[in-house]
């Protein structure tokens, strides 16, 4: 109780500080001691799209992230450290979210940042952490940030790339002289998806049709339905996110499409299925970092349901949102290994940890400090084949944690 | 490139420009017969399309939400001229136009609070499900729907506007509202019907689009800027004006989108543009 209440004075006195020394306007950067605050709380900003078109998404990254830092807190912290997760809406905008990043790590005095949902988004954040040296885990889809000439070492992606996703999808879905047409989001997203759906194609010997780019958050997709149909594909590949997904699967199916081809995204989300019904979605066959009716094959994804489960009044987690925990414990692990906050510390403990937190082993490849790991394909289930209202998919592949789904260390451009 | 997909794309297009028709009549209204620039437009749209799709799941019928979420957003959009606009007139158009702004923010988070952000399914009514064969092509039942209510809305509209007393008022409103007032006319109430009546309008525009889009708060927002293209190109205040720019923006759409599909969204600005340079006033506006 003592300790409580001394730490909420501490707490006030720090704050007051950093208050007293941007009043003042004295930079913050001239005067480090002031602002470094005399408690030893670990603090993690979580910059994400709370408002804006994939703000459904983003809800759930913080639940999930917030559930990570909960349990770590229950358990006495890390090293006995109190952790404390600061959330930031980052609007969806790039300039915004380096804004925030930037506020989180002067003013704030974060230890990492976690977070950020758009790959363009992303990259934003990562040029602010770059530049000051800070940890940074995200959890966005991207394969540019891999590579050689985004790479930050303070940076460690958990989320799935393109690479993975549309590999694994493409690999299910696609076979020798199958025809794809793509409609693709005119977007970083959308391009690094085309692209590994191409790379996989090249591969497995599929054909395409025709490439159709979509203006990013259109709302009617009827214009392109003609052409798309005029292209005969036996797949209509649709690589966009968020709401758009949900729109353009609605008006392709509204526009007999499915009687045509299969549909395939390469990453099937389960807030928007919820947003349109089920007939509409079903079917359809794409990609997923997470689900939760892995529960019944995984003993760690029962565990993480469960949990999540009793936090937030027994709703279970996304796809999106479960980067959130997987991305938040695999710091904390890591900083429970280092001992600390040490940034070089925690870099060297993140290369070597291998941890297993909801899907199944992870571990992040030195060279990219890309987080190797399992790639689920799920397809959309018809309605009389529900069990609830949660039971949205089928797992169709889980493709297990394996180097050889990505791009090599040397194809990326670093030294072998 | 073949002739059917060309004529598929035309027709795609004027199906769209229905969509755009009855996006922008309600503002084309407003401003044409209030001089009030409707910022919250969009957010009404977006209102009206909740609405709808709440009347639908209590009665379990499409036909109920197309019918009554209009006349309660109309009523409801009275309202919003009787306690909010009101005071605003004879004051700069700027005034106005902040305050329905405002209003736009907070008819969003409102939505937002009462059912949440994700969005929620608005399944096409089971006797409009599925497409048609046009001889060039497969077109979706809904969507031909769509352009048929459109058709009538517009023929409506002109006939009250043009064969009634009614109709004859608000032009004359229009033209001069002082000369009504000595002629002993109620113009105020005239100005409560027509706010309502644009209003209406656009969340009959917001029912219409919920099966063809996801519903979600910010359907409204892009719904805004076209509407605003399209009264633009047309003309502010013109009816006739905003039916053939917004069926011409569709075809413009559906054009570019053919050739050029990620350009399909900033054609319309740029139509606008090239418009506001050559005709200021717009297509059939006239020069004030």
Known sequence: MTKDIRDTKRNHISRRHVLAALGTGASVVAMPWIARAADDTIRIGFPTPLTGPFAAEAKDQVKSAEL??????????????????????????????????????EKDKVHAIVGSLSSAVQLAVNEVTRARGVLYVSISQSDTINEVKDFSKYTFHEALNPTMTAGAVARHAFKKGTKVAHLVA????????????????????????GEIM??????????????????????LCISNFGRDQANSIKQAVDF???????????????????????????????????????????????????????????????????????????????????????????????ESLKYDVAKGPQYYRKCDHQSVQSVLVLESKKKADMKGDSDLFSIVANEPASENVLRSCTELGFPA | MDTELILMQLFSGVALGAILVITALGLSIIFGMLGVVNFAHGALFMVGAYAGLWVASLTGSFWWGLLVAPIMIGVFGMAIEYVLIRPLYGRSIDDPLLLTFGLSYVLVEGVRIVFGSDGIPFPTPSSLTGVVDLGVGFFPIYRIFVVGVVFLVVVLLWLGLEKTKFGLIVRAGARDPTMMKVLGVDISKVWLLVFGLGVGLASLGGVLSGPMRSVNPEMGALVLAEAFVVTVIG????????IIAGLLVGVVISMTALFAPEMATIVMFALMAIVLLIRPQGLFGKLA
Request: glycine share 12%; aromatic share 8%; net charge neutral.
């Open chain 1, 68 to 105: 990570a830092v909960k349990q770590f807190n229950d358990k006495g912290g890390v090293n006995g450290r109190k952790v404390e997760l600061l959330v930031r809406d980052d609007k969806l905008n790039g300039g915004e979210a380096a804004t925030r990043t930037l506020e989180l790590i």
């Open chain 1, 186 to 209: 005119d977007y970083a997203y959308g391009h690094e998806m085309l692209r590994g759906f191409k790379r996989a194609q090249a591969t497995i010997g599929a054909e395409t049709v």
């Open chain 1, 214 to 235: 979509h203006p990013f958050g259109a709302a009617d997709y009827s214009t392109f339905m003609p052409r798309l149909r005029s292209m005969r594909p036996d797949i």
């Open chain 1, 256 to 350: 007999g499409l499915k009687q045509q081809a299969k549909i395939v995204v390469p990453v099937l989300l389960h807030n928007q299925r919820l947003a349109v019904s089920p007939e509409v979605f079903e079917g359809v066959v794409g990609g997923s970092n997470y689900y939760w009716g892995l529960e019944s094959q995984l003993p760690s994804a029962k565990t993480f349901n469960d949990a999540y489960r009793a936090a937030n009044g027994g709703a279970i987690p996304t796809d999106y949102g479960a980067y959130g925990y997987t991305g938040v414990s695999s710091l904390l692990q890591a900083m429970q290994v280092a001992g600390g906050t040490d940034t070089d510390k925690v870099i060297a403990a993140l």
């Open chain 2, 235 to 242: 003309g502010l205040g013109s009816l006739v004006g905003s």
